[in-house]
């Protein structure tokens, strides 16, 4: 599975951006979702996760209520909104996915993903 990251840019704080994850695989609605970040000298950590069906999602704790991921299985495509950002939010932000079947099941750690995508930087100024 490829996956391919955009959206990302450079904002003010307290701006929004909408970064998207498409996937090359048509069967992309067997795949939980996460979505992680690395900014320099940090180690990668977990940003939001979404459930193959997009009924069941999961956030750090700095995201949320900030934050939405969603999916369009339709499309391939899976989605984060990023409201009301800061400068600690600047990062390169990675999409990743795994196979699962559960429907229900999300996945926050980054070592349960197969799949990653090259990163999209997004920068937040103060």
């Known amino acids: 599975v490829q996956l391919i990251e955009s959206g990302g840019g450079l904002v003010q704080a307290g701006g929004s951006l909408r970064l998207s994850c498409a996937a090359s695989e048509r069967t992309f609605g067997n795949y939980a979702v996460g979505w992680f970040r690395q900014a320099p000298g940090k180690e990668r950590e977990f940003v939001a996760s979404i459930s193959r069906s997009g009924g069941n999602t999961d956030y750090a704790d700095s995201m949320k209520g900030r934050f939405t991921a969603s999916r369009d299985n339709a499309k391939n495509t899976v989605n984060l909104q990023m409201n009301s950002l800061n400068p600690e939010d600047t990062a390169v932000y990675y999409c990743?996915?795994?196979?699962?079947?559960?429907?229900?099941?999300?996945?926050?750690?980054?070592?349960?993903?197969?799949?990653w995508g090259q990163g999209t930087q997004v920068t937040v100024s103060s």
């Open positions: 990743a996915a795994v196979f699962d079947l559960d429907s229900a099941r999300y996945h926050d750690s980054p070592h349960e993903y197969d799949f």
